[in-house]
């Protein structure tokens, strides 16, 4: 899933060079696109921290670039797939439901998982296989209670139950992550000066 493209118009400085400087443009074009796409994954993967408590690893290593070319002056910054799975929602906002999740359900296309009282790992997160483990546990009862609600529910001693993870049908998302916005303004601050920069790079190693 592509997440956004960063594509400028250097046309108005390009006008009135020389012969030299006009056919070191498309070279100069590409390196500045890139450089622009890669400054932008940046700024992304920084924002990242105060977007989400404690992001794991693997979302902090989402954003990627594929560079342009000279003959393709077209640089786009992405999300890799399996982080766009899940980072597509908390961009544009919407309902997760378990047909859109591969994971953290009690089985595709029965309900999502959402932690309460279970233990979690530093990101915030169920650790793999503790949903399993609990559900091991004499004191642990996995089903549905007499309100309606399913879960995981530890069994108190005073006859309740401590709500572990929770079974929901949908999750409900406001956009949040604010990837075009901040790629959109990295391309409008910095699109000048990294052509300006590339263009003087390509003249001074340039063959006259």
């Not at 070191?24 to 932008?40: E, H, I, K, N, W």
């Not at 594929?66 to 908390?90: C, D, N, S, T």
């Not at 296309?109 to 959402?114: C, E, K, N, P, S």
């Not at 910095?190 to 300006?196: D, G, I, M, N, Y």
Request: overall charge positive; glycine content about 10%.
């Amino acid at each position: 899933m592509k997440f956004g493209e960063v594509k400028a118009d250097f046309g108005p400085l390009t006008r009135g060079l020389s012969d030299l400087a006009q056919r070191q443009v498309p070279f100069a074009t590409a390196r500045a696109l890139t450089s622009m796409a890669q400054t932008a994954a940046v700024a992304n993967r920084r924002a990242l921290p105060s977007v989400f408590d404690r992001p794991t690893p693997f979302t902090m290593n989402a954003f990627s670039v594929q560079p342009a070319r000279k003959g393709k002056p077209i640089a786009r910054v992405f999300a890799k797939p399996r982080q766009a799975e899940y980072l597509q929602m908390q961009e544009t906002g919407g309902t997760r439901t378990p047909e859109l999740s591969k994971q953290g359900g009690t089985g595709k296309g029965q309900a999502l998982v959402i932690p309460r009282a279970i233990r979690r790992n530093a990101f915030g997160n169920i650790p793999r296989g503790a949903l399993a483990a609990a559900k091991k546990r004499k004191d642990v009862y996995v089903g549905r209670t007499e309100t309606g609600a399913g879960g995981f529910f530890r069994r108190l001693a005073d006859g309740g139950l401590q709500p572990l993870a929770v079974f929901v049908r949908a999750a409900k998302y406001k956009p949040r992550l604010g990837f075009q916005a901040r790629t959109a303004k990295v391309v409008k601050a910095t699109a000048l000066p990294a052509f300006r920069e590339q263009l003087a790079k390509a003249l001074a190693t340039a063959r006259r």
